[in-house]
C-alpha cells in the first residue's frame, strides 16, 4: 500500500486508466493513512464512507476519458460542498451545510475527482500558520510542534503528509505559496479571474484566488486545467482562452527573461534563502534563460496597503454571520444584544481584530487616509508590474523570508505574522499568477521555497519555468511518517 | 412674490419652504438586481428569494442587464445625462432584514446624472431639476405583529430593483410635491420602468424639508423625513415639518439636522435620529461587481425604444388637435387615459371627446373609484355616442341619458336610441306640428310675447321640448318658433 500514497497525481490517472489500480484501492489507502494521521489535525469534515462508496461506483462503472477520473481528493473547508459541512474553520459557521457546490470543487467532481474529507484552514482565512482555526492548529508533517503555514495549513500539511494526493487551496495574501513553501509542497495563486469564486466563503473578495496544492509541478498544471473556468455566477471572473496547461507543459524556456525585484532582498532574510535565490537564478541560467535585474519600487509598501484593503473587504463580507439566518447565535435580549454576543461568541480574535482594522478604515474621516490611499498605492503596485513585465517575462524571488516556525511562536505579535506574506502579497495586489514549488532545507531541514510571478493570465509561463527548475533542484521530501503511531 | 406661493406665517413673519426629494420607485421587473428570483408583489413570505437574496456564504451578485436599461430608459425620459461609466457601493449596516449586513447601491458615481422633470402650475410651468438617478437593492420586511414573541423576516423584496431619484432642492410647496410626484410617475408608466403603485409599496420618498424667511438667501437647516408612502402623507408631513420649524426658531431655538419619521395615526413628524446618532454606513466599491460600463450602442438602442412622452403627447395634442393646455395636460397625465383619447378620437371630434372624457366620464370613475382602464364604458361605444351628438341623431341631453344606460351595461349607444326611441326629432314639419300645438294652448302667453315679453321665448323652447318627449332637435325648434313668434 505504502507504493500508492507514494505515486503522484499524474501517475495515478494514469494507473487508473491503465486498469493497474482501482480507485477504490487508491481512496481505501487515502483513508487508511488518514485515519492514521489525526495527530496533525488536518481535517476537519471526513466524508469517507461516501468517498469509498463512490470510488465503488466509479469502478463499477469507470469512465476513464476525464482528467481526474477515480481520484479522491480532500479541500480547504473554505470551498462549499452540498450536503457537506462546511466550516470557513470557524465556530459561527460550525454546523453550516450548504445546498450548493462551489464551481471549482464542481469542476473536481466533474472530471471523477471524489471528495474525501475538508481539511483545516485559518478561520475565515485570516492567518499565516493555521493556529486561528476553531478547530484547533494543524501539525507540519516536517516536525512535529512546526506550523505548517497557512491560512491553506490544513491543505498543506495533508499534501505533505500524503493524505491525499492533490488539494486546493485559496490565496488572498499567499495563503497557498506560503504553505506549500513551508511543507515543501507546490502551490500555485492563478490570476485574479481564472479560478470562479462563487460558492467559495470570501474573505477578500478582490484578492481572493482558489488554486491547486501538488506534489510537483506536472500535477500542479493538471488540476489548474481542471480548476480554471470561466463562470457567469461570478462577475469578476473573466473569459480568456484557457490552455490546457497539462499537455502544454514543457521545459523549453530558452530565451526567457526572468526579472530579479531588488527590494525582495529585505533586512533580516536569512542567508539560507539568499543562497536559494542564488542557486535558482544559476539553475535558471543552465535552463537558458536570461537573468535581468529590476526594480518593483513600492514593494515595501505592499503589506500595509494589503493590511488596509483586505480587513476593509473582510469586515463586510463576515457581515453576514450576523446569527439571523444561518450558523451559530447566540440568545440575546434584543436583535443588538444577539448581534454582539453572536459575533463575540462565533468568531476569534484573529478574525475580530481584522473586522475591527476593516471598519475603522472604512470609517468616515479615515476612509481617504486609509482605504482610498491604499487602493492609490495599490495601482501603484500594479504599475510597477506592468512595467517591468515591458522588460522580462517571469519574476524569481523567495516564497517567504522564513522557513516555518514552531507553534506559538507568533501568536502574541500579529505584525511578524502579518510579515510572512511580504514576498506573496503584492502578486495578490496586482492580482498576477504565481507559483511556489520547493527549492531546498535551511538548517533545521525545514523546506525552503522560491517564488516565480507571471504576466496575468501567463499561468502556462510560470509552470513551464517552474516544471524546469523542479527538475535542477531535484528536492525530494522527506519525512518519516513520525506522526503514525 | 406670486400669489399662490405657499408661505407660512408666524408672528407676522414669512417663511419659504424648501422641500427635496429621494424618491424610491422599484424597477419594473421580472427579476431582482442581483439575482434571478421573481418580484412578484404579494407573494407568500420568502418564496422569491435565492441564496444570493439571503446572503449564504460564498454567493456573488450578478448585475440584472434589464434593470440597467429601465434605470437608463428612466434617465432618457427625464432629460437625464447618462453616465457611460458607473460603480456599486456597499452600505454597510445591520439589520435582521438586511441579509448581506450591506446595501449594494451607488455612491459617488450614479449610473444617471443631471436632468430635470417640468411641472404644469397654474401660474405656468416649473422645472425641477434632478440631482441623480441610482440603482440600488431593497430590503427584506421586518414584521414585528405577528408573532408576540419575535421579529418575523420575509425576504421576498431583499434585492429587489430600486431607482433612487434624488431631486435637487426645487420644490417650494405641498402641492408642488403633488405634482411632482404625479410627473415622475406618470413619466416612469409611460416608460414601462415602475408601476408607480404607491399602496404596494413601488414609489416611496424620503422627503427633505428647510425652511428660511422670505426675502433671504440663508437656507435653513433641514430635515429628512423618512420613507413616506403616499401623496397625502408627505403633503401633510411637509406642512407639519414646516410649521415645527417655524415656531422653533420664532421661539428662538434652532433647528437640529436630523432624521424623522411621519406618525400616520398622530399627523406628526417625530424625531427619529439626530445627526451625531447618523450611521456611518462605511461606503466603498463592491468588489464583487465591476464597474458598470455602457457603450454609446446600448444608449443608443434604448433611446430608440423611447416612447412619446407626456410632455410631447401634450405639445401634440394641443398643435394637432387644438385642445387647451389646461385639458392636454388632463388627457395626458396618465398614459392610458391617453390611450383612450386617442382611440376615441379616431372617429370622433377632438372637442367633444375631449369634454365628455374629462367631464362626464372622468366624473363616473371617480365616482366609483376606478382607473380608466377599468372603464365600464369602453372607447367604441363613448366614440359611437359622441358621433350620435355631432350628427345631430341625439341631443347633447339625451346624451347624458344613454350614458347613464352605458355606464351600467357597456352597450352600443346606437341600439340603446332604437330600443328606447331616443332619436332625435328632426324633421321641420313634424316639429312645426308639434310647436303649432303648443302655440294654439298658450295664446295668453303669445300674445304677451308679441307685447313685448321676450323672455318667454325660454318657455315655449321648454314646451315644445316637453311635447317632444325631450327628442326635439334644439336647433331646430329655435329657428322654427322664432319664425313662427315673429313672423
Known sequence: MAHLIDLTLSELVKKIKSKEISSKEITSAYIDRSIKSKKLNTYVEETFEEAIKNSEKFDNNPSFEKKLSGIPLAVKDLFCTKNVKTTAS???????????????????????????????????????????????????????????????????????????????????????????????????????????RYGIVAFASSLDQAGPMTRDVKDCALMLEVMSSFDTKDSTSINFKRPNYFSDLNKNIKGKKIGIPKEYRVDGMPSEIENLWEKGKNYLKDCGAEIIDISLPHTKYALPTYYIVAPAEASSNLARYDGVKYGFRADGENLIDMYEKTRSQGFGDEVKRRIMIGTYVLSSGYYDAYYLKAQKVRKLIKNDFDNVFNNVDAILTPSTPSSAFKIGDKTNDPVSMYLNDIFTVPVNLAGLPGISIPAGLDKNNYPLGLQVIGKPFDEQGILDIAFSMEEKINFKLKTNDWWIK | MSKDQYIIEKNGNKYEVIIGLEVHAQVLSESKLFSTSATKFGSEPNTQVSLVDAAFPGMLPVINEFCVRQAVKTGIGLNAKINKKSIFDRKNYFYADLPQGYQISQYKDPIVGEGSVVLDLPSGPKTIGIERLHLEQDAGKSIHDLDPGSTLVDLNRSGVALMEIVSKPDLRSPEEVNLYIKKLRSIMRYLGTCDGNMQEGSLRADVNVSIKKV?????????????????????????????????????????????????????????????????????????????????????????????????????????????????????????????????????????????????????????????????????????????????????????????????????????????????????????????????????????????????????????????????????????????????
Open chain 2, 215 to 487: 426675502g433671504t438667501d440663508k437656507l435653513g437647516t433641514r430635515c429628512e423625513i423618512k420613507n413616506v408612502n403616499s401623496i397625502k402623507f408627505m403633503q401633510m408631513a411637509i406642512e407639519y415639518e414646516a410649521n415645527r420649524q417655524a415656531e422653533l426658531l420664532e421661539a428662538g431655538n434652532t433647528i437640529e439636522q436630523e432624521t424623522r419619521l411621519f406618525d400616520t395615526k398622530k399627523n406628526q413628524t417625530r424625531s427619529m435620529r439626530s445627526k451625531e446618532d447618523a450611521h456611518d454606513y462605511r461606503y466603498f466599491p463592491d468588489p464583487d461587481l465591476l464597474p458598470l460600463e455602457l457603450d454609446d450602442q446600448f444608449i443608443e438602442n434604448i433611446k430608440k425604444d423611447i416612447p412619446e412622452l407626456p410632455d410631447q403627447k401634450k405639445n401634440r395634442f394641443i398643435e394637432k388637435f387644438k385642445l387647451t393646455p389646461y385639458e392636454a395636460t388632463i388627457l395626458v397625465s396618465d398614459l392610458n387615459t391617453s390611450k383612450f383619447f386617442e382611440k376615441v378620437i379616431k372617429k370622433s371630434d377632438v372637442k367633444l371627446s375631449a369634454n365628455w372624457i374629462t367631464g362626464e366620464l372622468f366624473a363616473l370613475l371617480n365616482e366609483n373609484n376606478l382607473e380608466i382602464s377599468e372603464s365600464p364604458i369602453s372607447p367604441e361605444n363613448l366614440s359611437k355616442l359622441i358621433n350620435l351628438i355631432s350628427d345631430g341623431t341625439i341631443s347633447g341631453k339625451i346624451a347624458k341619458t344613454i350614458f347613464e344606460i352605458m355606464s351600467k351595461e357597456d352597450k352600443d349607444p346606437n341600439i340603446i336610441v332604437e330600443e328606447k326611441g331616443l332619436k332625435q326629432e328632426s324633421d321641420p314639419k313634424a316639429l312645426e306640428d308639434l310647436i303649432q300645438n303648443v302655440l294654439s294652448s298658450n295664446e295668453d302667453k303669445v300674445k304677451e310675447y308679441k307685447s313685448g315679453k321676450d323672455k318667454l321665448f325660454g318657455f315655449f323652447v321648454g314646451q315644445v321640448m316637453k311635447e317632444s318627449k325631450g327628442k326635439g332637435n334644439p336647433q331646430m325648434i329655435n329657428k322654427i318658433l322664432k319664425e313662427k313668434l315673429n313672423g
Open chain 1, 90 to 196: 470557524s465556530k459561527i459557521l460550525e454546523n453550516f451545510v450548504p445546498t450548493y457546490e462551489s464551481t471549482v470543487t464542481q469542476n473536481l467532481w466533474n472530471e471523477g475527482a471524489i471528495l474525501l474529507g475538508k481539511l483545516n484552514c485559518d478561520e475565515f482565512a485570516m492567518g499565516s500558520s493555521n493556529e486561528t482555526s476553531h478547530f484547533g492548529n494543524v501539525i507540519s508533517p516536517i516536525d512535529d510542534n512546526l506550523v505548517p503555514g497557512g491560512s491553506s495549513g490544513g491543505s498543506a500539511s495533508a499534501l505533505a503528509a500524503k493524505l491525499t494526493p492533490a488539494t486546493i487551496g485559496t490565496d488572498t495574501g499567499g495563503s497557498i505559496r506560503q504553505p506549500a513553501s513551508f511543507t515543501g509542497t507546490v502551490g500555485l495563486k492563478p490570476t485574479y479571474g481564472s479560478c470562479s
